[in-house]
């Protein structure tokens, strides 16, 4: 672990120094309704503030398609930063153009500017080594150094995230560095027992955690979407739930491993059915095993785990002293099927031990649930990111910042 950090670039004071965040926040509307990754920005942005560097911070925003598209301008969260920081915060209306020019010139030591969407332009993403690199360089114009601090992509091999990385002095901020703290205390020696928690909407998202993880962990706790995948392979009919038919064959691998591994794999004794998929949809709590004997018969969704499952999730990770989660139990944003969600998030507030929530959505999830950050051991802001590294895969966007 060689990880470069803030201190390998020397003195900032007077220096342009581009940051590479992840802002990538959920929008409604043009508002903000989770603001955790501008928080989590903050405290390299603090640092690089008092060192009297000139900052620069871009990030993308949404999925864009390689052109300007207002609806995911950055605007709106330069705004936020603005109010979290407490002073101004100037706004480029391009990436690399005028607008973005003009306003790294007009910065003072200290001063803070934010660019427009890097995926407005397609270099930031392009699959074309030449195309990105050509784009890394016009980004490498308007700085002098570049701090990457955007745990959420280092497992992309993007213009700002990697080529960018090669072409300046670079260096890791301390959200990455926080975040690798964590995670390897999630992979090197974790204290015992050790359970995964894992849900979300697609198994095959979650296949290569679940393989790099069988063999470290204790206990791994099944629920969310990919759940009905477990119950099928174990000869279930889970009616018009999610279900990924070409992922059976490798489901039953996991359960026969998990078997042969001595972990205790703990999938779900019942689940909330819905008559579809709506907030105000009709539901009932049936055994995971007659989910086609539902009311709703074959036409019946799966949309969190049941009351007694949560109970046992909720004992298995009060009961662990390294918990992880990635991906909530249920679709959450429904209010009458958050129930499971809301029973995991509860139990690893009470973990004597560290507790990490993982993944994009899964961090909403909790906030919106009404829990605080500080309640838990950390919450991780990359998703993917983590579950690569947790797979044990190497990360390009930290391989280039000197990690090992
Ligand atoms: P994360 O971003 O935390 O990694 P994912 O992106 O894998 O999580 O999954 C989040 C989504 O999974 C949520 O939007 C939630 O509604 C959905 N989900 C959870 N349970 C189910 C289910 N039973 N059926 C369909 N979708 C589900
Ligand atoms: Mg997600």
Redesign the pocket.
């Known amino acids: 672990m060689t990880l470069r950090t803030l201190e390998s670039l020397g003195s900032l004071e007077g220096r342009r120094v581009i940051v590479r965040c992840d802002l990538n926040v959920p929008l409604r509307d043009g508002v903000i309704t989770d603001d955790g990754r501008v928080r989590a920005s903050l405290p390299t942005l603090n640092a690089l503030i008092n060192a009297g560097a000139r900052v620069i911070v871009c990030s993308h925003l949404g999925r864009p398609d390689g052109a300007p598209d207002p609806q995911y301008s950055l605007e709106p969260v330069a705004q936020r930063l603005s109010e979290l920081l407490g002073k101004p915060v100037a706004f480029a209306r391009d990436t690399v153009g005028e607008s973005a020019r003009e306003a790294v010139s007009s910065l003072e030591d200290g001063g803070v500017v934010v660019l427009e969407n890097l995926r407005f332009n397609a270099g930031e993403t392009a699959k074309d080594d030449a195309t990105r690199q050509a784009f890394a360089r016009e980004l490498a114009e308007l700085g002098d150094a570049l701090v990457s601090d955007g745990f959420g992509v280092v497992h992309r091999k993007q213009a700002s995230v990697y080529d960018l990385a090669q072409i300046l002095p670079s260096a890791a901020g301390l959200l990455i560095a926080t975040e690798l703290d964590v995670l390897d205390r999630l992979t090197e020696n974790p204290e015992r027992p050790y359970t995964v928690v894992l849900?979300?909407?697609?198994v095959s998202?979650?296949l290569g955690v679940i393989s790099h993880l069988l063999p470290r962990v204790d206990r791994l706790l099944v629920?969310?979407?990919?759940?009905?995948t477990f119950l099928a392979a174990e000869g279930h009919g889970v009616a018009s739930?999610?279900l990924e038919k070409d992922q059976l064959d490798t489901v039953r691998g996991y359960i026969a491993e998990a078997k042969e591994r001595g972990v205790e794999l703990v999938l779900p004794t019942d689940?909330v059915v819905a008559s579809g998929?709506a907030a105000d949809a009709e539901h009932e709590t049936v055994a995971a095993d007659a989910i086609e004997q539902s009311s709703f018969g074959a036409s019946g969704?799966?949309?969190?785990i049941g009351p007694d499952t949560a109970a046992r999730f909720a004992d298995a990770i009060r009961d662990s002293k390294t918990v992880f989660w990635?991906?909530?139990?249920?679709?959450?944003?429904?209010p009458a099927?958050a129930a499971g969600?809301k029973a995991v998030a509860s139990a690893l507030t009470e973990v004597d031990g560290l507790g990490v929530v993982?993944?994009?959505?899964?961090?909403?999830?909790v906030r919106q649930l009404g829990f605080s950050d500080d309640q838990f051991g950390h919450i991780s802001t990359g998703?993917?990111a983590s579950?690569e590294f947790l797979e044990g895969k190497k990360l390009p966007g930290l391989e280039v910042l000197g990690w090992q």
């Open positions: 849900g979300g909407s697609k998202d979650k629920g969310g979407g990919m759940l009905f739930s999610l689940v998929f969704i799966g949309l969190d990635n991906g909530p139990m249920g679709v959450f944003e429904f099927f969600t993982g993944g994009g959505d899964s961090a909403a999830a998703g993917g579950l």
